[in-house]
């Protein structure tokens, strides 16, 4: 088993930076496919990004494309979602997951077995 605990997020404003972490706790942090997600007011959670064990490869949403970047530190227990160029639309609780998927990531919530409590991102205009 594995917590989950995010970090950085706040407020900022439109085409601002923001850096969040994921510290992971228990055993065998390389072992989890790891993914960020977020939810906005009154909507679904939505897929943001995702990273291989390894770290060698990652996607995201095309909505974020080029403007985050997920990494992770194996050796640290922590995964990271850089977030460039944000705009309001970027307003969410953002959520890391991690997962014991057999494919080399998921895009989708069912795909991730624990999950963190929430950071909210605010971007203002």
């Known amino acids: 088993q594995v917590q989950l605990v995010e970090s950085g997020g706040g407020q900022v404003q439109a085409g601002g930076s923001l850096r969040l972490s994921c510290a992971a706790s228990?055993?065998?942090?390389?072992?989890?496919?790891m993914g960020w997600f977020r939810q906005a007011p009154g909507k679904e959670r939505e897929f943001v990004a995702a990273i291989t064990r390894s770290g060698g490869s990652t996607d995201s949403a095309a909505s974020v494309k080029g403007r985050f970047t997920i990494s992770r530190d194996n050796a640290k227990n922590t995964a990271y979602l850089q977030m460039n160029s944000l705009k309001p639309e970027d307003t969410a609780v953002y959520y890391c997951?991690?997962?014991?998927?057999?494919?080399?990531?998921?895009?989708?919530?069912?795909?991730?077995?624990?999950w963190g409590q929430g950071t909210q991102v605010s971007v203002s205009s």
């Open positions: 997951a991690a997962g014991q998927t057999a494919w080399s990531y998921s895009y989708t919530v069912g795909g991730y077995n624990y």
């Open positions: 228990g055993r065998s942090f390389s072992s989890y496919v």
